[in-house]
């Protein structure tokens, strides 16, 4: 069975620090991974998407890795902004029939002034 | 440019009675559509997906029923709405050849 699991479930911050969010996969055949920032009563911004023989990938503060052996992601934020508060969404794609997703439950990070 | 509209934002309705909510993408043909629900403090949950028009997979059994009259539209209805259908629910779609998805504003659904 698929699935997707993100650690921690939440997370506080103090603004400015840095925070790393974990996201493990079962996925097969793997396609590639994303990472969504969800704010609160909105669809999910796509942030970073990596396929297979990409390690890394950043967006600004944000900075995706991923390790396709052991089947971990990681999304680290810089220098976190109150604007950063979001859920964080790990996703996973399986080579099939209409590009079926996989998601985890999500990281809700609160950054604090 | 390519868009994604869902309709209504909100919407109040009590328990058994009907419900459609509609999604629409510009500026693309042939997309992959989805719909997924969102419990509150809970992570997506695909509903369904379609890969073409009148062409629909359902992931998880329910009173949920969906519909792909036209190429770039999806609805998602029901016949007699529960309790438990309340939640936020998201469109989506892959542009042809594309690999991210991306969502629409979300409806979000009070069942009283």
């Known amino acids: 069975k698929n699935q997707v699991e993100q650690s921690p479930q939440s997370l506080i911050i103090l603004e400015g620090k840095n925070c790393t969010l974990q996201?493990?996969?079962?996925?097969?055949?793997?396609?590639?991974l994303r990472w969504y920032k969800q704010d609160t009563g909105r669809g999910p911004v796509s942030l970073t998407i990596?396929?297979?023989?990409?390690n890394t990938k950043s967006n600004g503060r944000y900075t995706a890795t991923l390790d396709a052996d052991t089947k971990q992601s990681s999304l680290h934020i810089t220098a976190s902004q109150l604007s950063d508060s979001a859920s964080y969404i790990c996703v996973v794609s399986a080579k099939a029939a209409g590009n079926k997703l996989t998601f985890g439950g999500g990281t809700r990070v609160l950054v604090k002034p | 440019s390519q868009t994604i509209h869902q309709w209504p934002a909100t919407l109040v309705q009590p328990v058994g009675s009907p419900l459609s909510l509609e999604c629409t993408v510009e500026g693309t043909s042939n997309p992959n559509l989805y719909w997924y629900r969102q419990a509150a403090g809970r992570g997506l949950q695909l509903l369904f997906y379609s890969v073409g028009i009148g062409q629909i997979s359902s992931e998880v059994p329910q009173n949920l029923s969906a519909s792909r009259p036209q190429d770039r539209q999806f609805i998602l209805s029901s016949k007699k709405l529960l309790l438990s259908d309340s939640g936020f629910y998201l469109c989506?779609?892959?542009?042809?050849?594309?690999?991210?998805?991306?969502f629409g504003p979300g409806t979000r659904l009070l069942v009283l």
């Open positions: 989506a779609w892959i542009p042809g050849g594309a690999e991210t998805q991306y």
């Open positions: 996201c493990n996969y079962t996925v097969s055949p793997f396609s590639n």
């Open positions: 990596m396929t297979f023989s990409e």
